[in-house]
Antibody, heavy 119, light 103 residues
Framework: QLHLQESGPGLVKPSETLSLTCAVS??????????WAWIRQPPGKGLEWISS???????YYNPSLKSRVTMSVDTSKNQFSLMLRSVTAADTAVYYC???????????WGQGTLVTASS | DMQMTQSPSSLSASVGDRVTITCRAS??????LNWYQQKPGTAPKLLIT???SLQSGVPSRFSGSGSGTEFTLTITHLQPEDFATYHC?????FGQGTKVEIK
């Protein structure tokens, strides 16, 4: 059974960079058939797709966040990462990592981690 | 940019009711139209892909339909475990969610 686990700081200061990692277990991140995604949900609001990455390095970004986002994959550690630059209070959200098996269909999700952007 | 608009944003229903949720896309797309169920404090669960294909293990009381820019999620014979928030998604865009509450 595939398992995804997010990790990273729960508090980030405004203007700084949010960095999260998703560790994948029970399966290989080096799958040709899958992308690996980050999705967030501000408290009490809807879901927002951030970006997704293939182990080959191909990435897709939500156009609204593209200028501030970088995703990467570490196949040796079976994990992938998100960096979101210049955060503001509007970036406060539960951040989920997930497996995308094509066309942004996400069938496995991590439990989510709350990141608060505040001084 | 692609945008998805769900209606209603919330609804109250009773066990055994039939519930319909609508999702409208701002533009037609070839990407899969997906539906997720989310319960409080948990990650979303993928229910339906490609407009009408149920994921393995999803009860047959859930169904999806639609085409072009208008899509529908229907739950027949609502069960207690179905009270949750439902999200539609196409490409990188999610709807704002529809909360199904107990009447």
């Amino acid at each position: 059974q595939l398992h995804l686990q997010e990790s990273g700081p729960g508090l980030v200061k405004p203007s700084e960079t949010l960095s999260l990692t998703c560790a994948v277990s029970g399966g290989s991140i080096s799958s040709n058939s899958h992308y690996w995604a980050w999705i967030r949900q501000p408290p009490g609001k809807g879901l927002e797709w951030i970006s997704s990455v293939h182990y080959s390095g191909t990435t897709y970004y939500n156009p609204s966040l593209k200028s501030r986002v970088t995703m990467s994959v570490d196949t040796s550690k079976n994990q992938f990462s998100l960096m979101l630059r210049s955060v503001t209070a509007a970036d406060t959200a539960v951040y989920y990592c997930a497996r995308d098996y094509g066309e942004h269909r996400t069938d496995y999700w991590g439990q989510g981690t709350l990141v608060t952007a505040s001084s | 940019d692609m945008q998805m608009t769900q209606s209603p944003s919330s609804l109250s229903a009773s066990v055994g009711d039939r519930v319909t949720i609508t999702c409208r896309a701002s533009q037609s797309s070839s990407f899969s139209l997906n539906w997720y169920q989310q319960k409080p404090g948990t990650a979303p669960k993928l229910l339906i892909t490609s407009t009408s294909s149920l994921q393995s293990g999803v009860p047959s009381r859930f169904s999806g339909s639609g085409s072009g820019t208008e899509f529908t999620l229907t739950i027949t014979h609502l069960q207690p475990e179905d009270f949750a928030t439902y999200h539609c998604q196409q490409h990188y865009a999610f709807g704002q969610g529809t909360k199904v509450e107990i009447k």
